[in-house]
Each structure stands twice: as C-alpha cells, then as structure tokens.
C-alpha cells in the first residue's frame, strides 16, 4: 500500500490541540521549519521546507474553569467571522444571518434541525400550485412601537427581488434574490394578508422563506438603507444598541417581542437582558476566550479540540449535523481534468475514513456524490467512492498516466502529472492532507491559499486548475445548493453562480430545473437520484466529507443548541441563576 497513516498524519501536523489550549498568549508566528518526510514511491528520506506553527505545549491540566460574577444577565457570543451587514435584504453569509436573526424576524423560521414554522404568518395556504397566501399575525410591533402590517412584508419582498432597490452604497439588487427567484410577485389584499405569485410550482418555499426577514417600511423610507444598516430596526427578539464596526454587535431584549414561532417553546420575550455578537475569528483565541470567562458561546470549536473542551469543568460542548459538504472541484475544461478517468482515479485515490478520523476526530461522515447524507432529497443508493489506490492507479493507467521512467511520479507523454489545490487558509489541514495522498500514488499535488475575494474572479474565470473548498446546504433541499454548484453557469441566473469545475451537463440541467418545479416528494427524488447519479460518474469533483457543525459554551447557559444551519437564536437562551 503506498499510502500510510503516517504519511496522512505528517500532512495534517499543523496546530496540535495542546497548541491550542496554550493560546491565551500571543499566537505564535508561521516559521519555516525542516522536515523529515517519507517520498512516496521511494525508501528515500529527504528533508524539506515546510510552513508550521510552532508552539510550546501547555498542560490540559492547567486550565482553569470559566468563572463569571453572579445574577448575569448578558450573553456573549464568540463568531468566527464579522458579518457583512445588517440589512437582512443585503447579504449572503451565515454570519451576518446569525446576527440579524436576532433582531428580525421572518414568516417561518427554522428549528435546530431542517423544520420549519410559522413565526410572523399565522396561516400559509398554496392557493394553487403558483399562488402562495399568506395570513400574518395581527398586533406584532416593530422595535420602534409601530405595528407590522401587509405593506411591511410587500416592501420587504419587493426589496429583494425587484432590480437595484437597494440604494445604498449605490444602487443594487438584494444578493437573497437567488434564494427566490422564482417569486414574480407580491401584492396586499388585506391589512394582514398577502398573496405571493411565483413563475412556477416551488415546492422548497417553506424552506427557502426562512432566509428572508421583515423590514419596516415607514421606517426604510424615512432613513434610507444607510440610515437602516446604522441603526437597523425590527420585529425580533432583541433590538439594536450599538455596533463597534461590525466586530462587536449589542443588542437588548425587546419587552414587547411577539414571542416568535408559537410551537417552538419558549415563546415570549428573551431570557436574557441583553446579547452581544464579538468577532473572534482566531479558533484558538474562541476557545481562550470561553475559558477565560470572556464570552459565553463559542461557533466553530475545532474539532481536535472537542474531546478536551468537553471535559473541561464548567464546558459544554453539543454538535449538530453540519450543511457544509467539502470537495475538491476539478477543472473538467483543463487537462489533466478533462478526462473522466483520471477524475473518477482522484476519488478512489483519497481515504475518507482517514482523514475524518486524523482531521475531525471522527465527527464528520463522507459524501456519497453530490449532496449531504442529510439532504432531504439524497440519493440514498450513492455510497461514497471507496479508498482504492491500486483502482485509482489502474484507471489513471488507462488513461495514459504511469511512471515510465520510475522516479515515483506519474507522467503521460513526457510531462509529470503535477498540479496545485488552489483553497483558503479554513481548509488548510483537509487540503494538505489530500494532497499528501495524491502524492501517495505518485501525483505531484501542491497546496496554494488564497483570499476568497481575490480568487473567486479566477474561478468564475475558469482559470484554475483544483479547487478545494464547500458550498452550504442549509435547506435540506437541492435547490439553492444544487443548481449553484452542478448546472452549468447562466449569467443574470443562480444556475453554475458557484460552478467552478466548468461541469455542465445538459441532461442535469434540465433534471435539475425540473426537480425546482416538480410537487410531487417521489417525482422531485427520481428527478434528483438520477441528477446525483449523473454527477457522481462524471466526477467533477473529488467528494470528500461533511464535518459535524460543534460549538461549545459555559456550563450554565440553558436552553442551547447548536443549529446545523450554524445560526444561533438567542432568544431561547437562559443563563442560570
């Protein structure tokens, strides 16, 4: 066997958990360190240069338990990325949705899991299968005392899909109109009911309406969206106090609150006096933070981390099934990707199971193609491409790749089988370690890291090469997630908008615009069985593993559950006397 756990181990080596638990001092700087490495193929042993942390280790044992004065009424989060906004209408991230749903509220909303319930509406009813109508509830007030009525959610929807009716820095259209498109329209036809006309059946509305939340129109209108972003007001749990930038947003509790959804206990006001978002984007900082009595939740534990935080006293570490699927996307359009062999040898090429053991201590669960485990509508007849390295060589064989000259690596025609996994400093310890395994078989496989702004022009471009990142699957549902990733790219459309293999099959684009508007549950899963089918032969990417979603908090915050859609409602939340 040329790949070992050794050689997958070496490559995963970054920030040990020691490490991390030592980071209530400064982090320690990257420096350019020897290592001794096995080469694949080889009984060589070489050193090379390789980038670590370096760090001292500190004993578990020293750290303390989180203590805090008694009777607190305030809760801290830890988020490990600011938000973008805080316009609901005005954003496409996790962060800034976790924050403004604190503060707005929506028709439904989701539980912890893929449910969903009434909030603002009282009744949804599909008039037929393109008319949705919807019966609001009566005496819920905005934050500045006025009620909310049929022209608050008109306007709301009106702002997000109609074009550039966001004004302000300068004109442009809400990002969430791809989170649904297929509304047309929106009209009153009472002071607490509107009816919502859409271009065709759309059987993911439930799922998709708790991404939009309900602004206030007198009051949009009188301040405009900059006057808004500054001093946002709505009908949620908590209302605005302050924002320093946005790293560290201050929200009080809204006395006067409607309770949020009626089946989802508790309803009322929120338990807590006020709540408070700080941006910590450091993992290591997080966790020193909770244990320092800082802050009283923490969002992205580390998952090496997990088992000790959760035996530290006064820690409380829960997971949830994550929505964040992560691949390494092949260009189909650029050799040697261009050839359905070699990508279908890179999946066999890759051991999951490893790597969800060495990288995730176990929490995560590897992809069978295209769609979460949890998906609602996975095909359940997938399993994910087995750990066969003699299979992946044998295919890259056929295809033309061998090592003819062996010195360990491949090559067709003269030229080495070498390219570089383009990904973002998140995913550094997945990345490198799947690069090591391709380099177990004899592919000359780099790591580059970028920021996402500066690459993703490239991307869209076409002009890289292997992509290794996720793309979120927070509805439980194909749409909104499927047809960004699979369908081949529409400019003006949310088809291909986050398609950076250049895949595109005209067989699974149609199966996936018919899967958008197809009512029938058995009729959409054949749809999409065969989509997913389609895709995971093509191979366009190399399906890796969805990690657990863990978070951690005090021990004596009450009423919490992580989310696997990663948000964090704080209006359930308690502090214990």
């Given at each position: 066997m040329?790949?070992?756990k050794?050689t997958?181990?070496?490559?995963v080596?970054l920030?040990t958990?020691?490490?991390?638990l030592?980071?209530?001092g400064p982090?320690?700087?990257?420096?350019v360190?020897?290592?001794t490495?096995i080469?694949?193929?080889?009984?060589?042993?070489?050193?090379?240069?390789?980038?670590?942390?370096?760090?001292?280790?500190v004993?578990?044992?020293k750290?303390?338990?989180p203590?805090?004065p008694?009777?607190?009424?305030v809760?801290?989060?830890?988020?490990s990325?600011?938000p973008d906004?805080?316009?609901?209408?005005?954003?496409r991230?996790?962060?800034?949705?976790?924050?403004?749903?604190?503060?707005?509220?929506?028709?439904?909303?989701?539980?912890?899991?893929?449910?969903?319930?009434?909030?603002?509406?009282?009744?949804?009813?599909?008039l037929?299968?393109?008319?949705?109508?919807?019966?609001?509830?009566?005496?819920?007030?905005?934050?500045?005392g006025?009620?909310m009525t049929?022209?608050d959610?008109?306007?709301?929807?009106e702002?997000?899909?109609?074009?550039n009716?966001?004004?302000?820095?300068e004109?442009?259209?809400?990002p969430?109109k791809?989170?649904?498109?297929?509304?047309?329209s929106?009209?009153?036809?009472?002071?607490?009911?509107?009816v919502?006309?859409?271009?065709a059946?759309?059987?993911?509305?439930?799922?998709?309406?708790?991404?939009q939340q309900?602004?206030?129109k007198?009051?949009?209108e009188?301040?405009?969206?900059?006057?808004f972003?500054?001093?946002p007001?709505?009908t949620g749990?908590?209302?605005?106090?302050?924002a320093?930038?946005l790293?560290e947003?201050?929200m009080?509790?809204?006395?006067?609150?409607?309770?949020?959804?009626?089946d989802?206990?508790?309803?009322?006001?929120a338990?807590?006096?006020q709540?408070?978002f700080?941006?910590?984007?450091?993992?290591?900082?997080?966790?020193?933070?909770l244990?320092?009595?800082?802050?009283?939740?923490?969002?992205?534990?580390p998952?090496?981390?997990?088992?000790?935080?959760?035996?530290?006293?006064?820690?409380?570490v829960?997971?949830a099934a994550?929505t964040?699927?992560?691949?390494?996307?092949?260009?189909v359009n650029m050799a040697?990707?261009?050839?359905?062999?070699?990508?279908?040898a890179?999946?066999?090429a890759?051991d999951?199971?490893?790597?969800?053991?060495?990288?995730?201590?176990?929490?995560?669960?590897?992809l069978?193609?295209?769609?979460?485990?949890?998906?609602?509508?996975?095909?359940?007849?997938?399993e994910p491409?087995?750990?066969?390295?003699?299979?992946a060589?044998?295919?890259l064989?056929d295809?033309g790749?061998?090592d003819s000259d062996?010195?360990?690596?491949l090559?067709k025609?003269?030229?080495?089988?070498s390219?570089?996994?383009?990904?973002?400093?998140?995913?550094?310890?997945?990345a490198e370690?799947?690069?090591g395994?391709f380099?177990?078989?004899?592919?000359d496989?780099g790591v580059r890291?970028?920021?996402?702004?500066?690459v993703?022009?490239?991307?869209?471009a076409?002009e890289?090469?292997?992509?290794?990142?996720d793309w979120?699957?927070?509805?439980?549902?194909?749409v909104?997630?499927?047809?960004?990733k699979w369908?081949?790219?529409?400019?003006?459309?949310p088809y291909?908008?986050?398609?950076?293999?250049?895949y595109n099959?005209?067989?699974?684009?149609?199966?996936?615009k018919?899967?958008?508007?197809t009512?029938?549950?058995?009729?959409?899963?054949?749809?999409?069985d065969?989509?997913?089918?389609?895709?995971y032969?093509?191979?366009p990417?190399v399906?890796?593993?969805?990690?657990?979603?863990a978070?951690a908090?005090?021990?004596?915050?009450?009423?919490?559950?992580?989310?696997?859609?990663?948000?964090?409602?704080?209006?359930?939340?308690?502090?214990?006397?």
């Amino acid at each position: 066997m040329l790949a070992t756990k050794k050689t997958l181990l070496a490559c995963v080596s970054l920030i040990t958990l020691l490490a991390l638990l030592a980071a209530c001092g400064p982090t320690p700087e990257p420096q350019v360190v020897k290592e001794t490495v096995i080469v694949a193929g080889t009984p060589e042993v070489v050193e090379k240069e390789v980038t670590k942390v370096v760090t001292e280790q500190v004993e578990v044992e020293k750290v303390v338990t989180p203590t805090a004065p008694p009777g607190r009424d305030v809760i801290i989060v830890g988020l490990s990325a600011a938000p973008d906004t805080l316009d609901p209408a005005d954003h496409r991230n996790r962060q800034s949705e976790t924050v403004v749903r604190n503060m707005f509220d929506g028709l439904v909303t989701r539980d912890s899991t893929s449910g969903v319930h009434l909030e603002l509406a009282e009744e949804i009813n599909w008039l037929d299968d393109v008319t949705l109508e919807v019966k609001l509830r009566e005496g819920v007030l905005f934050h500045d005392g006025v009620e909310m009525t049929a022209d608050d959610v008109v306007f709301t929807f009106e702002r997000i899909i109609l074009e550039n009716m966001i004004e302000y820095p300068e004109a442009h259209t809400s990002p969430r109109k791809g989170l649904i498109a297929p509304l047309e329209s929106i009209e009153k036809t009472g002071d607490y009911t509107v009816v919502m006309h859409f271009s065709a059946a759309w059987p993911v509305a439930m799922q998709m309406l708790v991404h939009q939340q309900i602004v206030p129109k007198h009051y949009l209108e009188e301040v405009g969206t900059e006057g808004f972003v500054a001093q946002p007001i709505g009908t949620g749990p908590f209302k605005f106090v302050s924002a320093t930038g946005l790293d560290e947003i201050v929200m009080e509790r809204f006395d006067d609150y409607s309770g949020g959804a009626p089946d989802l206990e508790p309803v009322g006001p929120a338990c807590v006096r006020q709540a408070v978002f700080k941006v910590i984007p450091e993992a290591s900082t997080r966790v020193a933070a909770l244990l320092a009595g800082e802050v009283d939740i923490i969002q992205g534990v580390p998952a090496e981390l997990v088992d000790t935080l959760a035996q530290t006293p006064g820690v409380q570490v829960k997971g949830a099934a994550g929505t964040q699927p992560k691949w390494m996307e092949m260009n189909v359009n650029m050799a040697p990707f261009d050839d359905v062999l070699v990508r279908q040898a890179m999946n066999y090429a890759v051991d999951k199971e490893l790597i969800i053991e060495a990288i995730y201590g176990g929490r995560a669960v590897a992809l069978p193609g295209t769609l979460s485990p949890y998906n609602n509508y996975v095909n359940k007849s997938l399993e994910p491409y087995a750990y066969d390295p003699d299979q992946a060589l044998a295919l890259l064989a056929d295809a033309g790749w061998t090592d003819s000259d062996g010195d360990g690596t491949l090559d067709k025609d003269g030229q080495p089988f070498s390219f570089t996994i383009d990904t973002l400093e998140d995913f550094r310890p997945l990345a490198e370690a799947v690069a090591g395994q391709f380099r177990a078989i004899g592919i000359d496989a780099g790591v580059r890291f970028w920021e996402y702004s500066v690459v993703k022009p490239m991307l869209q471009a076409g002009e890289r090469q292997a992509y290794l990142d996720d793309w979120g699957d927070s509805a439980f549902d194909p749409v909104g997630h499927f047809e960004a990733k699979w369908h081949g790219f529409v400019e003006g459309e949310p088809y291909g908008r986050g398609n950076f293999s250049g895949y595109n099959n005209e067989r699974v684009n149609e199966l996936i615009k018919l899967g958008e508007i197809t009512v029938a549950t058995d009729e959409r899963q054949a749809l999409y069985d065969e989509a997913q089918q389609l895709v995971y032969d093509e191979a366009p990417a190399v399906f890796l593993v969805l990690p657990e979603e863990a978070e951690a908090a005090r021990a004596d915050i009450l009423n919490w559950t992580p989310a696997s859609d990663s948000r964090i409602n704080l209006h359930d939340v308690c502090i214990a006397p």
